[in-house]
């Protein structure tokens, strides 16, 4: 597939076109009508940020683990909920727990992945990540304290 680029918009346009044909990668940059100052303008490439997706793939998984252990140390009578907002979901079950602790989280990194690009997103997400590790390695540290309590 050739990549079909509007001279009149690029920047090469001043630059005298070559005879020969184009490879099939297309090197022009992209441009856009800016509709604010009306004029043309090169939309800025985003910056890769190839290992995100790990980062909020690990945030899951640590969220989801520190909702079970949670879940195993109240049962236990061992620890209470601390957060006010997921005590009500407690209260009704751990179906619901798990439900509104995993929906809540991945809505937060739904939102932080769709503005990936921007480098706070990106701190954000690897910042919280880091955080539910603490909290997972906090509940394996706790969990020789209370495991005598489990009934398995």
């Known amino acids: 597939m050739r990549c079909v680029a509007d001279t009149r918009l690029s920047v090469a346009a001043s630059r005298p076109q070559r005879r020969h044909a184009r490879s099939t990668t297309c090197r022009a940059k992209a441009v856009v009508?800016?509709?604010?100052?009306?004029?043309?303008?090169?939309?800025?490439?985003a910056?890769?940020?190839?290992g995100l997706f790990y980062w909020a793939a690990a945030l899951l998984v640590m969220n989801?683990?520190?909702?079970?252990f949670t879940l195993t140390a109240v049962d236990a009578g061992a620890a209470a909920e601390a957060n006010p907002l997921m005590q009500?979901?407690?209260h009704w079950g751990a179906v619901w727990f798990i439900a509104a602790k995993t929906g809540?989280?991945?809505a937060g990194v739904l939102l932080l992945w769709r503005a990936r690009e921007?480098?706070?997103a990106h701190a954000g997400?690897?910042?919280?990540t880091l955080?539910?590790?603490?909290?997972?390695?906090?509940?394996?540290?706790?969990?020789?304290?209370?495991?005598d309590r489990l009934v398995l």
Do not use: E, F
């Open 33 to 45: 009508w800016n509709l604010h100052t009306r004029s043309v303008v090169q939309r800025a490439h």
């Open 125 to 128: 997400l690897i910042a919280l």
């Open 88 to 90: 009500l979901p407690l």
């Open 131 to 147: 955080v539910y590790t603490a909290v997972v390695a906090y509940h394996l540290s706790a969990l020789g304290m209370w495991s």
């Open 104 to 106: 809540l989280v991945s």
């Open 47 to 50: 910056v890769p940020r190839p």
């Open 64 to 68: 989801l683990l520190d909702g079970l």
């Open 118 to 120: 921007r480098v706070l």
